[in-house]
């Protein structure tokens, strides 16, 4: 299974993106996918992930603002973003693993990243 990402791009202080994560194959098998960011300089971190069952768990910088939804019979995840911020600038990768984890090397499956510029 290949995990490809679309939607990032450039937008303005308070407006919206949605990103989508798309499974070659089916993600079925796959209990959580998640999504991450990384900003230049600074290290991946988590932002927001789903499991099969679809239970969510959001890092407290984007909850209220960001939301995660999975679709398994459509292989897909896709990440609404609202209420943009500067901070919010980077490249977000989407990630399947067997859990939603903090730390990204407990992911096994990676897509090639989307980019995210939010400017002030």
């Known amino acids: 299974v290949q995990l490809v990402e679309s939607g990032g791009g450039f937008v303005q202080a308070g407006g919206s993106l949605r990103l989508s994560c798309v499974a070659s194959g089916s993600i079925f098998r796959i209990n959580a996918i998640a999504w991450y960011r990384q900003a230049p300089g600074k290290e991946r971190e988590l932002v927001a992930g789903i499991t099969y069952g679809g239970s969510t768990h959001y890092e407290d910088f984007v909850k209220g603002r960001f939301a995660i939804s999975r679709d398994n019979f459509k292989s897909t995840v896709d990440l609404q973003m609202d209420s943009l911020q500067p901070e919010d600038t980077g490249v977000y990768y989407c990630?399947?693993?067997?859990?939603?984890?903090?730390?990204?090397?407990?992911?096994?499956?990676w897509g090639q990243g989307t980019p995210v510029t939010v400017s002030s």
């Open positions: 990630a399947g693993g067997p859990f939603i984890a903090t730390m990204p090397a407990h992911m096994n499956l």
